[in-house]
């Protein structure tokens, strides 16, 4: 099986007023698995069922292998979709609801049977077939709907928050599942979802969306460690926002003078974005940082830091968190390196 490349071009739909896609541009290469990321309602689904032919656009295009196909009904369109409800049909065995598109294509009973447990041993359930949806888990079901979506070889999967519905573990074992078949089927894949670690951990690259643009595209390193702008910055991973004052190109935070990483603001006073793995932590009786929370996450501690007028988030090796209990005194300084900042959001009025 082959990916297609997929082209979204100055998409725009507007719902009675809400404009859900504002010039949605986006090329997604064969084989990628793409995440849409982003905040409730900044058009992630609506870009989806523009591709899947759910829905028109007002005005751009879809292009798949460099064909318009922006007019072509759903059902003549070669891609595969997977909801967030698992929708199998429940008065159909696994099998059949397997074998349905190939059913409404009128391929023969034998073939499709066959292909059907093809695709049920590929998702690794393959004694299921006799079954019917309601004797399923919740994951079970949403793979044999990933194998009913696969049953037509289509050349572009689309999943709409397929996970959300389910359990952690679940979550997190058929995250794992979901890239492995892809990977191994080279179908270019996009994915909707509003869960940063999914999208982190799943994708070639991630489209983070606002407002129904695109806020930027990147691989997920890059989208952590350089995030193009403050938004990005704050919806991807934990950021502190920690007080600073500019002059020239360097910024004074927390004593520390630190080179900034692209675009200085015009205003000198700003807030400096700060990881919680770039803040480090030194027990210090003198100092004026205390511990006030620390919660345990194995291999890590998060520490909650009060600093003057500013709560501080720090990561720490989780074995330091005896050294830093709540209430110890700490100093807290940032890792050597440029950092992002934006213009400080304006302080509330005083009675
Ligand atoms: P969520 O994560 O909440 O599903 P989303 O990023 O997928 O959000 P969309 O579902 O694409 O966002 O919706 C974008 C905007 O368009 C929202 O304001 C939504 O209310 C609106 N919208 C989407 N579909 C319709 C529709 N059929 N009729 C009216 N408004 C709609």
Redesign the pocket.
């Known amino acids: 099986m082959n990916g297609a490349k997929v082209e979204l071009r100055g998409l725009r739909r507007n719902?009675?007023g809400?404009l859900?896609l504002d010039g949605l541009d986006l090329t997604i290469e064969p084989g990628e698995l793409i995440a849409f990321l982003?905040?409730?309602?900044?058009?992630?689904?609506?870009?989806l069922?523009c591709v899947a032919g759910f829905e028109q656009p007002d005005e751009g295009a879809v292009l798949v292998d460099d064909k318009d196909i922006t007019r072509v009904p759903a059902n003549k369109r070669d891609a595969g979709m997977v909801f967030q409800s698992y929708s199998l049909f429940p008065n159909l065995s696994i099998k059949d609801n397997v074998a349905f598109g190939l059913r409404v294509r009128k391929v023969a009973a034998a073939k499709r049977h066959a292909r059907a447990q093809e695709l049920l041993e590929l998702i690794g359930l393959p004694h299921i077939g006799e079954r019917f949806p309601h004797q399923l888990s919740g994951g079970q079901q949403q793979r044999v709907a990933l194998a009913r979506a696969l049953a037509l070889e289509p050349r572009v999967l689309l999943l709409d928050?397929p996970l959300s519905a389910l359990d952690a573990k679940v979550r997190i074992s058929l995250r794992d599942e979901i890239r492995r078949l892809q990977l191994s089927l080279g179908i270019t894949t996009i994915f909707?979802t509003?869960d940063q670690e999914e999208a982190l951990s799943m994708a070639d690259r991630v489209a983070v969306?606002r407002a129904?643009r695109l806020e930027q595209v990147a691989d997920p390193a890059t989208l952590y460690d350089r995030p193009a702008t403050p938004f990005v910055a704050e919806f991807v991973g934990t950021m502190n926002r920690i007080p600073g004052r500019v002059s020239g190109d360097k910024v004074t935070v927390l004593g520390q003078l630190l080179p900034v990483d692209g675009e200085v603001p015009a205003t000198p006073d700003v807030e400096v974005l700060v990881r919680p793995e770039a803040v480090q932590v030194t027990p210090d009786a003198e100092a004026i940082g205390m511990v006030l929370v620390s919660s345990f996450r194995g291999s890590t501690a998060r520490l909650r830091i009060q600093l003057g007028d500013t709560e501080v988030l720090a990561d720490v090796p989780g074995h330091d968190t005896t050294r830093l209990a709540p209430g110890t005194r700490v100093r807290v300084s940032l890792v050597e390196r440029p950092v992002l900042v934006s213009a400080a959001a304006p302080q509330a009025q005083s009675a």
């Open positions: 719902f009675a809400t859900a982003g905040p409730s309602g900044c058009g992630k689904t609506t870009a069922r928050e909707v509003h969306l129904g």
